[in-house]
């Protein structure tokens, strides 16, 4: 009756592969606004060498809660990697709540107490009651040595699961995931087949359109597919398993045409390289320098373009003209345009981009200008209306767009199609 | 032996309180870069009628998985809303795994197989296999219906616990917690004891030095405190809980006496007001505009300005002037205080913030200068190293920073820093 699924993770999928679980202890984590920097390293390391993911969980310090999440994650998966709640104070419960589900008892690590007096020892302080909770280990566990903090780590092994409990500071558990834990599972888990990852970027597509080219791959066995938009920017990650390497390498290649055929000119990489740095390394193929006019995004468009490393070679620099007024005094967009035609217009715009290239001498331009909203719009001209317009050596562009969205999403929106515009036009796309 | 929780989680805590747990499944979901905009949803709700949270978690698609992840949501919760795996196609198995855990079948519901048929009928189309899979659901469950999509949700009640399963479609998602779980828990849980939220924002401190204050509140019973840090500034919340009305009231008013009084010209708001918020209104107040200069933000500080709703009241525009001729050409930087001082100086920096005063004719402006990294660092100015100006017509201010971290962390910690000087110049700090 179960069919297979069409839509695994972006990790690898398929009964061959060990499933790893992960879960973070804390009541402060239960907010989704915070991230779980350690649960994602994790995810990230043991993809890569071949497990998939069956679990990601947050529980609140309560040593019913933490059983009960401990026993899912070990109901899901063949490793556990569990963080957070080995501190010294009561509300920290990993333990308890570990020791509770594999009816085991708590109890005090002799080695690991010796390691605290000594460390403790060199501070000048002795041991007591509160640091002396550091040392429990659930009964039968092998200690895991924290070499940046206090509280030391557990492995336990449960019909042939591994269940790793760790201390939640990122500095502590990167250093244990990386020395005790990831070495252990690669061992455990030898000759794991391979994975091959296609990490496309496409600009300017919406994400219907870009579904299209995906369509064929969602049902083909041994291919996970996941989309992130990012408003005029997607991630589209092709993962490919079940072969051996020189399959692998077939299928890779049949995946790289589709997609360079599918998207065409919206193709900004094939290896996870962004806009903004394939629009970066396109402006150093040609020699060309780069400024900005922006009215709408103010500034985002300039933020993009220097967060790549080494964008001081070919950036300039920008003009934020909100005003009309430093429209005018600074771009050099004549009163008459603006009084005729309006801020938000192609006149206007066209103005900006040759006043940007002009006011910096650089030999590439691009504008944005438009109504952000959520006041300020016309019948005619919505909040969400913008234009956009690239100037380079070779000709000048302008278009109009609309997003009928929130104003920050209108900026990003209009900062991606801006850069987007720019990087084609100095690629010769036409 | 269980000492109470001194760092309960921005939800209320306390055993007086029903706890919600919160599960998503889908195998696409096990990516921790993705947000679970429907968790966060629930909590948020739930959490500002008196609930508290208790575990949040994302499952792969696989019945076995969902069972364990949704006997833990159960086990650590009163009301546990799981959302997802109710589609037509095969992998959408939280019936089945809902229908395992409970030891109940999985039936089809005949009223809501009208509801789709009818529909269906509606578009011309015939009810096929497929989509008789939406009409499923667990044996005992009451059907929630779903106004924007074919899939009924299911209301399961076991052992007195709320057990809901709905869609994961953002849209149909929303739309069927805010008909039939919200009002069914409320109603369920009546009269919770009331909740405050005190939101502060905190700017220009370190987070270890905004901790001081908070200590006292940390062991302090009926007090939730979370941190949230971003570069510059901290979202602090204190949630108030275990009393009447009136003695919120009063611990509200001690809460928020105490922060203003740690906090002093370093707290921007108590009621989440953010820094360019708080900027624009101070701005308005006095009657000022606004310009900037920036080289290190490059457009970072005009995009946190103008992400106010109605900023171009205020803000007049921004340049962002990277290369060191645009410094002089359009900032009018003299090109000897470069050549002597350098670009990352007081003297660029403070040149520069005059000349977009007077460039722009704004009444105040705010400068950036610096070295981003990860290359174009000296020994005496190694990355991370950056100057920020700020002037109004009462004064002229720079002073130097370093935060030895990455590029964007760089580049933000500076817009911060830029932003929390100007607002303290335009209140009149000193």
Known sequence: ??????????????????????????????????????????????????????????????????????????????????????????????????????????????????????RLAQRGRALDAVNRRQALIVEGAEVLPNDHGLACGCLLRERGRFLFLLPGVPAEFREMFEKSV?????????????????RAVVAGLPEAAAEKTLLPWYRRPGVAVSILPHLGVLEITLTLDGGSEEELSLREGEVREALAGGYGRHLVSLDGVSLEEALGRALLERGWTVAVAESLTAGTVAQKIVSVPGASRYFLGGLSA??????????????????????????????????????????????????????????????????????????EWARRLYLPLDRASVMEFAAHTALFDLWSRVRGER
Do not use: H
């Not at 109890?107 to 390691?115: C, F, S």
């Not at 990831?182 to 296609?198: H, I, K, N, Q």
């Not at 317009?389 to 070779?394: C, K, R, S, V, Y």
């Open 322 to 395: 909100y005003a009309n007024e430093a429209k005018v005094r600074l771009l050099g967009v004549p009163p008459s345009t603006l009084e005729r035609f309006g801020a938000v217009s192609e006149e206007t715009v066209r103005a900006m981009v040759r006043g940007a290239r002009a006011r910096f001498g650089a030999a590439c331009a691009v504008a944005t200008t438009g109504v952000a909203g959520p006041t300020g719009g016309t019948e005619e001209k919505p909040p969400g209306t913008f234009w956009v317009a690239a100037a380079t050596p070779e000709g």
């Open 182 to 198: 990831l070495p252990r599972l690669v061992e455990a888990f030898p000759g794991l087949p391979p994975v091959r990852t296609v």
């Open 1 to 118: 009756m179960r069919e297979p699924k069409p839509q695994a993770s972006a990790g690898a999928s398929g009964p061959s592969r060990p499933r790893v679980a992960v879960l973070a202890v804390g009541t402060e984590l239960l907010d989704p606004a915070r991230t779980d920097a350690n649960g994602a390293r994790v995810l990230a390391a043991l993809r890569a060498k071949g497990f998939a993911a069956s679990f990601l969980g947050r529980v609140a310090d309560d040593e019913e809660a933490i059983a009960a999440a401990l026993q899912a994650a070990l109901r899901s998966a063949e490793a556990v990697v569990c963080s957070g709640g080995l501190g010294p104070t009561g509300d920290d419960r990993t333990r308890e709540g570990a020791a509770q589900l594999l009816g085991r008892r708590v109890v005090t690590d002799g080695g690991w107490l010796r390691v605290l007096e000594g």
